[in-house]
């Protein structure tokens, strides 16, 4: 096994292209996970801990720059926190403060696990993932298309996430989740949601119910008319409805964590919950 | 297997040593430092009894390789109290209020502890539940924990008053 330590982003570039079979190290709390129980080899691996550029986020105008290893205690607290509260939401739903001090936002998004906590947020913003390697230099990647499917990413081989783009919007926000106990879970299942009040409308995004984050399109049409905007009024009757037409968009399986049945049940709960919060009476 | 070459400060200490690249900070501070106050529990970040503070961040030591520490500031459990034989306040208040009894995870609570206090010095039973939901105890039953973190809150004052 050798792990290469690069200190800047040119050299975890120029060490990925060199090493193609190398593997991307961000916080470790998913890849050591499977090193530690024998369920990955060991073999190259990249270590981005000491590669400042990565741990740093900006803001331009209305849109948000978040470099891939700021951490999850990084977004839940500070500036990102008030700018994009959902992420900080979910963020904070994961694991526990030492996992949360480790673990990365790029390294949710290249692991690309269906139950990644901060992929449905970044699914509703409409992110965008800034990728580069170094034979094809930066390309920028909408979340959409990033996702493929369950741990897969449109990540090409050498090819790294340098960011990742959100918009700043103005509206309440909310990341519900569901798991067995209040910390230390993957989940079952999950929904974010953003108001965009600009634009007069909501965006609901479903994790841990599909092979990659779900859009809930017909729960964000309905939400349109639905609610009155730019007030954001709208009637009880809307809320469960809303709840309905999201759960229609979950596409869950059983597995050892949950059925499928009670996945779609807690998607409703939690949507209609979320729209509450971000409506008013 | 490559031995790599790492320099890493541990409770203010500067250590080098070799490594093979595979070796976890937690291996690396109990075999080749001999610090074994750092428990190795559940391999897979969940148990909390590896928690050390990394450039003063609490995380997992066994989610760390000993290499990716290269260069980094590492407080242990010995360097946690004031000096060799004298115990800090959250050491004082773990044993006061009977925060342990076979003492496994002791050492993952108390630097997650100490690292918690420092950013939130007067937590609520709630904030306490939820800053040590990535510490696992199998003795206590948590509530002599949860009191000597607020007896920690009061050392903590009445030392720097």
Known sequence: ?281 | MTDQAIAITVNGERRKGRTEARTTLADFLRDELALTGTHVGCEHGVCGACTVLLDGEAVRSCLVLAVQADGADITTIEGIGPEPGRLGPVQQAFMECHGLQCGFCTPGFVVSVTSFLAEQPAPTDDEIREMLSGNICRCTGYQGIVAAVHRATELIEEATA
């Not at chain 1, 998913?30 to 990249?46: I, K, Q, S, T, Y």
């Open chain 1, 1 to 281: 096994m050798t792990v290469l330590a690069p200190t800047d982003l040119d050299g975890a570039l120029a060490a990925l292209a060199e090493r193609p079979d190398a593997t991307v190290l961000a916080g470790g709390t998913d890849l050591m996970v499977e090193l530690n129980f024998g369920h990955r080899r060991a073999g190259v691996f990249v270590s981005l801990r000491r590669v400042r550029e990565l741990r740093e986020w900006s803001r331009v105008g209305d849109e948000l720059t978040i470099g891939a290893t700021v951490t999850y205690t990084g977004l839940e607290r500070g500036q990102i926190a008030t700018l994009v509260p959902a992420l900080a939401q979910a963020a904070r739903t994961v694991g526990s403060p030492q996992i949360r001090n480790a673990g990365t936002i790029g390294g949710n998004l290249a692991t690309a696990s269906p139950a990644g906590d901060t992929l449905p947020v970044l699914s509703a913003l409409d992110a965008v993932v800034v990728c580069a390697s170094a034979s094809a230099g930066r390309r920028e990647v909408s979340v959409h298309d990033f996702l493929v499917g369950p741990k897969r990413s449109a990540l090409a081989a050498g090819e790294l996430v340098v960011a990742v783009r959100v918009p700043v919007l103005s509206g309440p926000q909310e990341f519900l989740k569901v798991g067995t106990r209040n910390a230390m879970v993957i989940s079952i299942a999950g929904v974010a949601l953003v108001t965009d009040a600009a634009r007069g409308g909501l965006r609901c995004a479903l994790g841990s119910v599909g092979p990659t984050a779900l859009r809930a399109a017909d729960a964000e049409s309905f939400a349109a008319t639905a609610v009155e905007w730019p007030s954001r009024r709208a009637t009880p009757e809307a809320a469960i409805e809303f709840g309905r037409l999201t759960a229609g968009a979950a596409r869950p399986i059983d597995d050892h964590r949950a059925t499928a049945h009670y996945r779609r049940h807690a998607v409703e709960v939690c949507a209609r919950r979320a729209f509450e919060r971000v409506t008013l009476r």
